[in-house]
């Protein structure tokens, strides 16, 4: 057990435990010197969830030791979680020995170089870095990528997907790395291709209420900026903050060997061919990488 993450822990519990006893003991104190049990309660910040507490009762007061309780295991869940967040999070590659890495090409410092010249300054080699991007949300998977680009447009990633097509380079595309089943990170040493910088919001129109913008912006930060024009965005989830449009969902792709498909009509009824965009939608990464989506936003009726 990596010792960090022992004393971090014992810390967190001996605390955690000083601070409950001292609020209970508090809580009979305050009761026993006829202080009604609201007021005690209110002592003990659980004002929201006993406030109709009748003055002095007793089972009131026992519903109040429980939700103590209640906040107790929170407490615990916490410390479970940054247990989680301390702990080595075990390679995929041996945690899934079944698993073979394909026949891929390594990246090599030539390869670095190319990426550098096309992405100046958004190549990234410092293993710090790179941990992140190989290691998922949930802290179960962990891929040992040496490599992570982070393009700007559409055009940047056609040349990264053409390189390495022609190089038999394997990647892995990320948005905001909130996914949870383990998609968005390598499995092997893929090289991950992150939308982080793609987050520019191209077009607004006022009367349709459709959206246009770069796969990497945040769910968040396109809903307040729909939400100011009197709209509101089609979804929403847990992890709005952080995860990306083009990991919600997928239009406008670069194909793996780096071809551009545009998918990005705004147009309600389309029928000129085939919808191959409705592919992309649910492809978590394996068809190409999504560089931009165009979505229909639905008129913010509470405002
Ligand atoms: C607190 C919390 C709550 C959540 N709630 C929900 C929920 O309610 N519903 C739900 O469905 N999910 C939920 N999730 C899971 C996750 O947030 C979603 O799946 C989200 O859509 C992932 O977006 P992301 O940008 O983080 O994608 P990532 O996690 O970065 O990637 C997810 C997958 O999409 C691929 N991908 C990412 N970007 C691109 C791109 N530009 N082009 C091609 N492929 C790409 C990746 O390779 C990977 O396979 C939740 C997660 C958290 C942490």
Known sequence: MPAVYSTGLKRLISCNS?????????????????????????????????????RTSIAKFKRHILEQKHYQSKLLMFSTTSMLLNREVPLTSEQYPSLKRGNFGSVEADDVSFFESILPGR??????ELEGANTDWLRICRGQSKLLLKPKTTEEVSKILQYCYKRSLAVVPQGGNTGLVGGSVPVFDEIVISTALMNEIRDFNQLSGTLTCQAGCILENLDQFVQKQGYTMPLDLGAKGSCHIGGNVATNAVLANGEVFNGLTTLRKDNTGYDLKQLFIGSEGTLGVITAVSLLCPPNHNL
């Open 18 to 54: 000083l601070q409950l006893t001292s609020r209970i003991q508090r809580s009979h104190h305050l009761l026993s010197d006829g202080y009604p049990a609201c007021f005690a309660a209110q002592r003990t910040r659980l004002r929201g969830s006993i406030k109709d507490v009748p």
């Open 123 to 128: 190549v990234v080699t410092e293993r710090d």
